[in-house]
Structures are given as C-alpha cells and as structure tokens.
C-alpha cells in the first residue's frame, strides 16, 4: 500500500491531533479503518479519485470522543423507562402524573420502570414513598430509580414482589429506608438496586434491549462518542456476549471496553479470556469493584478489598474501585498500597472511579499510588447546585478536582457516567474549564483546566486509562480512524460556548456512522 492510497480524505479541517509531536493539521486521509496521512491541504491532489473527499470547510476535527465510564444496558433501559429526570419533573405530583399515565398504557400487573428523580430538585425535597407511588399505580408493580443509580424506590406491590417487609433486615451494603414510627419499609432502598434489577424484575425482552441499544447508540454517535468503556460492577460472561451479539448485528457502533465484576473473574479465567482480550471493538477491561458506607461501614470490608484488588492484580488485571467519598477514597489507597506493597507492578493504571472528594493528604498517597482518576466534571454543571448546598464548605475545595490531578502528574480521563448524567462531552469539557454550575455559580475555580487539557481528558486520556493509547486518542498514522467533525474549535471559543458546540459528523473506523441536519 503507498502512502497515497486512501478511501477517505477530510481536508480543508482545523485538525487538533492531541499528538504534541503535530499538533494541528489540516487533512487527514484514511485507509480501511486506519489513518494513513496527517497533513496539508496541499496534499490533497496525492490521493487519486477512488478517495471519498469530504470538504470540512474549515470545521474542527479531534479524535473521537471515549467515555470512560459510563453504563451501556441501564442507559438503554433508562431510555424506555418514565423519564423522571429534573428536566421533565419538578414534584412529586408530577412523578405520579407521569407514572399514572404510563400504567394507563400497560396490562395490569405489568412492571413500570422509571427513572432520573432528584430529591433535590424536586419541590418536596424528599424522596418520594410507596404511598406516593401507589396513588399512582396501585396494580402495577413501579421501581423508581433514582438520578445516582445507588437508590430506587418501590411501590406497595413491587415491596411485596421483592419480599421485603417490616421483618426483613438491611442487607450487606444496603440499606431499607423506614418509617420511624412503625418501622415499615417506606420503598426507598439504598444500595439494592442490582438485586431489585437482577433478583426480582424480569429482564427487558430482546426486541426491548434492542430498541434501547439502538436509542444508546443514535445518543453516543449524535455527541461524537466513538468509544466507551462500560463500568457495570455486575458484568460478567453473560453481559459480554450480550455486548459480543449486539456488536456483531450493527446495533451498537462505538467501540467497548467492558468492565467486569469480581463475581466474575473466576469464570472468565477459566475461560481462557485475560486483560485486553476481543478485538478492537469490544474488549475485556478493569476488574470493578465498588466500594460505599451506605450502612456506615465500608463495604466490602477492608481485609476483603484488599485480597480482592491483589487477586486481580496478580491476574493480570486492571482495578477499577469506585470510590466517592472521602472515606471510600482512603480505603480504595490503603487496598492499591496493599496490593503493590505485596506484589509490585509499573505501569499498572489502577484506577479511581469517581474520587469525589480528595483532600491534599489523599491526593499525595494517590500520586504515590500512580492511579489513574476517572472522574466526570460534567456533575459540576448539572448537580452544581445541590453540591453547595449539601457539602460541607471544608469539602468543596476538593471536590471533583482536575487542576490538582494534572498538577500532581496524574493521568486523569473524563466521563460522564451515564446515565447518572447525559454522555455529552462537550458539556464536560465546558465544566472543567469554567467549573460552572447550570444556573452559574462556580465550584472551586481554582480547579480549572484548560480547554485543550479538558479535550485530552476526553480522548487520549479515556484510552490512557483503558491501554488504548496505542491505537486511539489521538489522530496520527497508524491509529484508528475514529473522528469527530465539530462546528468549532472548543479551545479557542469563549469558554460559555463550548458546551453549545454542534457535533457536525462522526466517524468510526473510516465510515461516516452519523451527520447532524
């Protein structure tokens, strides 16, 4: 193959390549699903007829975008489910109104999935209860998941279906909300979503995940998302052919790094599958494992945290650990110290799902550690508000943080965790540049990065974080053709308008996979 042959050329581009080595360019030309050529217009005439020429018009070209953590099958369930979310509900009275009328719509008995309340935005300003839930549909067994994934709240009917009653105890790391008075269950559970999911509703029909899958994948492409890594802590054999059978019919296009829980690791060893395996469109990722306080103890405890990160260390594997708060962050360092201190490894890329609240003595251990922070700034735009509200002012300096992260020598790589929060890029680039809530007050501005920092964090920073830097992340010869054609340049606009910035095309392995109107 000479250098001129090609099946795609963009030219007439603002290319930002995230390759330090060529920065800009202003053409790119590609063969089957690689890039062969970043350079100039004048190179265009190299490239014979055969090429599909696409004249960006002096549009901005960067590397598709990679969510680095987010939710594949919730976000396609949460897509046919009641949207409840704070864009389409402001109180209770309008959760009921909108659950009533999808009972209204479904055979009696039948379940009803809804989803995205925020207590907090809520005029009430409380979670709403079985009753509230029963005023709506008293027949229909109703699961209400909340906006975090780490609480829902039941109905009369879907309560007795699960089985919980006044007798039933809080099971490890969840916790059964209750009334004070008598004791019984009021619906809303802390972190007993998975079960209510897996133990006791029935699984979405096939032609019901594909149509989610399909609403996922129209929302990835639409915001240049190329790539995504999937950090569902109950994946496992099952979720990857899952992914493996709706990769092969075309439903979803972006490419997937799924993670995988330790439930998991086992059967997958015994497999034969090992970190990395698959192919360049689904590959197997970071062993996840969560950790919370829900019940006011770390769960899962310390000791077994430990022996669970070295088990998968010594397997060759990446850890992903959720960690939120600051207690959560403490036990994720002391388990990766731990780990390293018993079987020391370079360049392990262990990473820190979320790290929400990082004080400097914590930080310090983290550079120590050598993690890698997977964080989402988009929550400081659309959970802004109820952050200075709810934290404490001695934690708001050292929430979600960037500047401290680059500034320690950290690799940190953005995400949105959808669909706790839309999976659009630009809206977390914008945050971690103006660290802006929606309604605008500001969160640690000392926080900020830049927009060309920002943009790093969302391409060659998500494949940094899943060992794909290889062969993603940036555009350079030799790379997958995975790009982005944006109405403008979001390192040289004022910063209020990037998050108005208009993904123009999107472009995985060398095809044309969405265009905006």
């Known amino acids: 193959m000479s250098a001129q042959s090609a099946d795609l050329v963009l030219y007439n581009a603002n290319v930002l390549t995230m390759n330090p080595m060529q920065p800009v360019a202003e053409l790119v030309a590609v063969w089957g699903d690689e890039i062969v050529r970043v350079g100039s217009n004048d190179e265009l005439d190299l490239y014979g007829l055969q090429a599909k020429r696409i ?19 919730t976000y396609a369930s949460m897509l046919l489910s009641v949207d409840c979310s704070p864009a389409a509900v402001a109180s209770i009275s309008d959760i009921q109104g909108v659950i009533r009328r999808r009972a209204e719509q479904t055979p009696r008995g039948g379940w009803i999935r809804a989803g995205g309340y925020n207590e907090f935005y809520l005029a009430e300003r409380r979670h709403p209860t079985r009753l509230d839930l029963d005023k709506a549909a008293l027949n229909h067994p109703v699961k209400l998941t909340h906006r975090s994934l780490h609480a829902c709240v039941l109905n009369s009917l879907a309560l007795s279906l699960a089985g919980i009653s006044i007798e039933t105890p809080d099971p490890p790391g969840g916790l059964i909300d209750r009334e004070p008075e008598t004791g019984e269950p009021n619906g809303v559970l802390f972190g007993m979503n998975s079960y209510i999911n897996e133990q006791v509703m029935p699984p979405l029909s096939e032609d019901e995940l594909s149509r989610g899958v399909r609403l996922a994948n129209r929302s990835f492409l639409s915001r240049g998302i190329t790539s995504v890594q999937d950090a569902t802590a109950r994946n496992g054999l099952e979720q990857w052919q899952t992914f493996g059978r709706l990769k092969e019919n075309g439903e979803i296009i972006p490419r997937i790094t799924m993670m995988f829980g330790s439930h998991a690791l086992a059967d997958l060893k015994e497999r034969g599958m090992y970190a990395g395996c698959g192919d360049r469109g689904l590959r197997l990722g970071a062993m996840k494992l969560a950790l919370d306080e829900t019940s006011g103890e770390l769960n899962p405890p310390q000791e077994e945290l430990n022996e669970a990160v070295l088990a998968a260390h010594r397997e060759g594997f990446q850890v992903a650990l959720h960690a939120i708060e600051e207690g959560t962050v403490e036990a994720a360092a002391n388990s990766l110290e731990y780990c390293l201190n018993v079987s020391p490894k370079a360049d392990h890329r262990h990473r820190l799902e979320h790290c929400s609240v990082c004080p400097p003595p914590l930080l310090r251990r983290l550079k120590d550690i050598g993690v890698v922070v997977v964080t989402q700034p988009g929550f400081i735009y659309y959970s802004g508000e109820r952050y200075l509200r709810e934290v404490p002012d001695t934690q708001l300096p050292w929430l979600y943080r960037t500047r401290s992260f680059l500034a320690s020598g950290l ?21 971690a540049v103006t660290r802006r809530a929606e309604k605008g007050q500001f969160l640690s501005p000392e926080e900020a990065v830049s927009p060309e920092e920002a943009l790093e964090m969302y391409t060659l920073g998500g494949a940094y974080a899943a060992f794909e830097e290889k062969f993603k992340g940036s555009i350079e010869a030799g790379k997958l053709a995975d790009l982005v054609v944006l109405s403008a340049d979001p390192t040289v606009v004022e910063p209020e308008a990037i998050k108005e910035i208009q993904v123009m095309m999107t472009i995985v392995g060398g095809e044309v996979v969405w265009e905006g109107q």
Do not use: M, R
Request: charged share 10%.
């Open 55 to 73: 004249d960006c018009e002096g549009g901005t070209v960067i590397p598709g975008f990679n969510d680095a953590h987010l939710h594949i099958l």
């Open 411 to 431: 690799k940190p790589a953005g995400s949105s965790d959808c669909p706790v929060a839309p999976c659009n890029p630009l809206v977390g680039i914008y945050a």
